[in-house]
């Protein structure tokens, strides 16, 4: 069933004249965190070599759809953000379908599916030696009400040590590690 979900999806990849993997990233892309919108973070996301997420990038560049920002601090690392095409384009995502598909299911059975998803990904992730990947939600690395810059911070990562708006908790990050959250 799994396959035949992939098969179906897949066949809708060629929407605005993008592959099926230059979806995967800018997909990838439009539900990162900060942290998480680099080449290396996406290259394991998708399981693919940095050569490839490379080339698969560098496309989306050159669509015009995502644009590359070299870091303040160390000057080499650069973070990718969708541009204003590239916002457009990822609303007319031919993944809608799945989405809605989804969301036709009663609330309960939604929720097993997303656990059920989770589970079977953080243990095929684990299995192949890969980052498990997941939102701030439900990472053990998320504290609540920390103080932070003389103020208290609502949301806290422990890894990159620093405050995570309410807003961004659900975007995907490179440092998850499954735990129990603070939600």
Known sequence: MVTRLGHLSYSQGFVCG?????????????KANRFSRTLSAFADY????RGTASQ?????????????????SDGRSVQFDLTERGRVVHGQDPFKELTRAIEELPQGLQAKLHTALERVTGCMAHECQRPSFGSCVSCLHLEECVPYEDNVTDYFCRVENEPIEESKLEKICINYEPGAGVL
Do not use: D, E, P
């Open 18 to 30: 993008l592959t099926a993997a230059q979806w995967t990233a800018l997909r990838y892309f439009a």
């Open 46 to 49: 998708h399981a693919t070599t």
């Open 56 to 72: 698969t990038v560098k496309s989306l560049v050159n669509h015009g759809l995502v644009t590359r920002i070299r870091s303040k």
